[in-house]
C-alpha cells in the first residue's frame, strides 16, 4: 500500500474539477472548464454553470447538452453505466493527462514513490465526447487515500491550449 501525501500539483492556471466516482447505476457527464467558466444544460433541462468542472449524474443512454457561454453550440453524447464521459465545452479543446503517484504518494515509510513530479502523459485535442481512463481523476481532493503498489494514479485536466501546451513543452525541455 502507498500513501497520499499533501498537495504538490502546482499547475494553478489549470482548472480542475470537483466531484467523485458515479452511484453504478448511472453514470456521469463530466464538463471540465478550459480556463473560464462555462454555462450549460443537458436534455433541455435547467441552466447550470461550471468555474473549473462539473459533474452530473445521468441515468444511461443518449443525451443533449446545450451550451451558452462560452459559445454557443449543441452536442449528443452517450452515457454508460458507471462510466465518465467528458463533453468538450468547444471544438478543439485541450486536455492534458499526468500520472501523479510520484507526486502524491509514498510508500508506508514515507519514502516518495519518484523523483517527486507529476509525470507527463500526454496533451490531446478533442472535438468529440470521450470517456477518459479511469484510473484518471479531476482533482486532488478525488484522489484515494492509498493505492497499491502496482497501481497508477492519474490527474485528467483542461486549460487553456496555450497553458496547456507550455505545461508540454516545459515538460519536453527537462526531459533533454
Known sequence: MTRKLG???????????????????????????????????VDGGAAQDAKTVKLVD?????????FTKPAPHEAKFTIKRNQKTVVPTRKNQCYIAMWVTS???????????????PKFQFLEVQSQPFAPPGSHYFQESDLPET???????????????KELIAIEEAHKAAQG
Open 147 to 161: 493505492i497499491s503498489v502496482n497501481t497508477p494514479a492519474g490527474m485528467y485536466v483542461s486549460g487553456t491550449c
Open 103 to 117: 507526486s502524491h504518494y509514498a510508500d508506508e515509510q514515507g519514502n516518495r514513490l519518484g523523483d517527486g513530479a
Open 7 to 41: 498537495s504538490l500539483l502546482a499547475l494553478a492556471t489549470v482548472s480542475l474539477c470537483l466531484g467523485c466516482d458515479p452511484p453504478p447505476e448511472v453514470g456521469q457527464l463530466v464538463v471540465l472548464a478550459p480556463g473560464e467558466p462555462v454555462s450549460f444544460s
Open 58 to 66: 445521468l441515468t444511461p443512454g443518449e443525451h443533449t447538452i446545450a
